[in-house]
């Protein structure tokens, strides 16, 4: 194999690699950096359905969509689920956009994450990310959420244009 080639797959990691076998490095550069895994849903207990709000995690930075604790979230926040290969295959609410949900079902990366455009701020500019939308958690009555109650981009897969706009 030609070093050329051997740079394009390992910048293409994704295309080639399961969930499973990603370096620590490549998992987290693998994050879109779209922030909604760090909102709260509500589920219908008796349908199931997922409702999406604009209420996030205390510890969601609203406008650059990063963890403000991110190496001591679960101590901070107890209910925060980490995402491993086997969570992202079982949890229905992760986003029909989630790199990691695309790369567990052998699908390819949107033109706007970073890892394809080269500019970790597309992800925003295609208004896939919660950038400046969400309303903290923090002194939010559980009751209250339902008045957050918000349809986000990409939430119905068949209103997708085909080039990840959603």
């Given amino acids: 194999m030609s070093d050329d080639l051997k740079a394009v797959e390992a910048a293409s990691y994704w295309k080639t ?3 499973e076998d990603l370096s620590a490095s490549e998992w987290e550069r ?3 950096g779209c922030g909604r895994c760090c909102l709260n ?10 409702a999406w709000t604009n209420v996030a995690c205390q510890l969601l930075d609203g406008h650059a969509c990063r963890c403000r604790q991110y190496e001591t979230r679960q101590a901070v926040v107890p209910d925060c689920v980490a995402l491993t290969p086997t969570a992202v295959r079982s949890l229905g609410w992760l986003p029909p956009s989630c790199a990691y949900r695309l790369v567990a079902e052998g699908r390819d990366l949107y033109w706007w994450h970073h890892l394809v ?3 970790p701020e597309t992800v ?3 208004g896939i990310s919660v950038r400046d939308r969400t ?3 923090a002194g939010m009555e559980l009751e209250d959420y339902e008045d957050h109650v918000v349809d986000w981009p990409g939430e119905d897969p068949d209103g997708e244009d085909g080039d990840g706009r959603f």
């Avoid at 849903?41 to 997922?50: A, N, P, Q, S, V």
């Fill in 17 to 19: 690699k399961r969930l």
């Fill in 30 to 32: 693998l994050c879109d």
């Fill in 41 to 50: 849903k509500l589920e219908d207990w008796e349908t199931g359905e997922i």
């Fill in 117 to 119: 455009s080269g500019d």
């Fill in 124 to 126: 925003h500019q295609a």
């Fill in 135 to 137: 309303v903290s958690e």
